[in-house]
């Protein structure tokens, strides 16, 4: 809970800062520039070009209704992600807890989203086989 508390606000700053990135994207690029100018390693590595395309990815963040009905719907998944996590603790424990739930959502939601290999392929299976184990399920006929 205590690396939660850090982490949380901390998510929500590094937002913020995307936002505020995607709305001074001029200015970005300037000191971009600026940089790569007094640094020539930068220069070789593109720098200017790759935070053009990351700034496009950033586009949306500037429009408030866009902003708006990402984070709604957003929150939306995540809250049916989180109560369907917590129904199916009872699947497997007395009780449930939404800490638990919260935690190996989020977890399952991270082995997902790291690309392991081209596909993600195996990723997902081996931590449905890895979560059977551990409640031991063992290996399947």
Known sequence: RAVAGIFAPLSVIGFVVLVLLAARRAWVL??????????????R????????????????LT???????????????????????????????????????SLFTAAASFAVAVPAVPGNLGTYELSIVLALDAMGYGEPL
């Open 63 to 101: 429009q408030p209704r866009a902003l708006l009905n990402a984070l709604l719907w957003t929150a939306i998944s995540w809250a049916f992600s989180l109560a369907s996590g917590y129904v199916l603790m009872f699947a497997f424990f007395d009780s449930a807890d939404w800490a638990v739930t």
């Open 30 to 43: 300037n000191l971009i520039a600026g940089l790569t100018a007094r640094v020539p390693f930068l220069a």
């Open 45 to 60: 590595i593109k720098l200017v070009d790759l935070a053009t395309h990351f700034l496009d990815g950033l586009a949306l």
